[in-house]
């Protein structure tokens, strides 16, 4: 039968929730991509699948618009807590990812704001291809690195203005010091609780923002003694805010906007399927 999806953005970060709670799961590879075509699909930047679970209220599959899987995307999680806590008329839900579960609420000024697990730093979490110190990688820059389920790699750099990301992101996303590529954030410090962040997505290019990124950005420069506890980060396409106290579990608040929703054929569903 057809699958409904949703779309939304968080400051210009778009994804669909497509909701497969209640049947088998249709989404691979293949359809994901097909799904992801801005041209001949619905288009975004990630896709979550919501499915049942048993401990939580939803488990969160994610893909990128290439196909490729990913553990973690902020936007979409706080997307899917957003859809399930106007559909069951309450306030917190609990979401399963990879990361483990996720508390999410919905905070008195109507941001989304989610537990997104604790940052991990040691070089196999990343993971690097060899034993190096993620304070300060051996990559010219000394960019700092951490996982929040997906790689992260952070430049901090004095000014933003001129920087080509397009020509340095993919080079750095792909170096073989990071054997499942890497995030790459340029960040801009303009006070101890305020960066300026650009992004090179692994797997997508630039995007207007991106919840995970965001956190790694401000976990990184929190490491680094740049940073208090309390950090407005802001993209290209608006501002989130990240609050990690040096350890434990990171915190992401944010923005989160319905687009439209509709439904998947089944012709759209099917291995071989030609674009919609």
């Known amino acids: ?18 909701d ?20 001949r699909g619905i288009g975004f930047n990630q896709l979550a699948v919501l499915l049942d679970c048993a401990d939580a209220d939803v488990r969160l599959e994610f893909w990128n618009a290439d196909g490729s899987v990913l553990d973690v995307c902020g936007s979409a999680t706080r997307g899917a807590a957003d859809r399930l806590m106007r ?26 704001s989610v537990d997104m697990g604790e940052p991990l730093f040691h070089w196999m979490d ?17 960019p700092v690195a951490c996982s929040m389920g997906n790689p992260h790699c952070t430049y901090f750099i004095d000014d933003l203005s001129g ?20 995030n790459v954030h340029f960040v801009q410090v303009i006070d101890r609780q ?13 995007p207007l ?9 401000a976990v990184n420069g929190i490491r680094k003694g740049l940073l208090d506890h309390n950090v407005e980060v802001e993209c290209d396409g608006g501002s989130v805010h990240v609050q990690w106290n040096g350890k434990g579990n990171v915190t992401l608040s944010g923005p989160v906007e319905p687009i439209y929703s509709g439904t998947i054929p089944d012709s759209q569903l099917k291995p071989n399927a030609t674009p919609l």
């Open 20 to 39: 497969a709670r209640h049947s088998a799961n249709p989404i691979t590879s293949a359809i994901a991509q097909r799904l992801g075509d801005r041209h």
């Open 163 to 182: 920087l080509d990301i397009a020509a340095l992101g993919p080079a750095i996303e792909s170096n073989p010091l990071f054997p499942r590529k890497t």
């Open 126 to 142: 990343i993971p690097l291809a060899e034993e190096h110190e993620t304070l300060a990688l051996p990559l010219p820059g000394n």
């Open 194 to 206: 305020h960066i300026r962040l650009r992004i090179w997505e692994r797997n997508g290019g630039i």
């Open 1 to 18: 039968m057809p699958l409904s999806f949703h779309k939304m953005h968080a400051n210009g970060d778009d994804f669909i929730l497509v």
């Open 87 to 112: 559909e069951a008329s309450r306030k917190s839900i609990t979401l399963r990812t990879t990361r483990g579960l996720l508390n999410c609420e919905r905070t008195s000024s109507g941001l989304i």
């Open 209 to 217: 923002g991106s919840g995970s990124c965001a956190c790694g950005a």
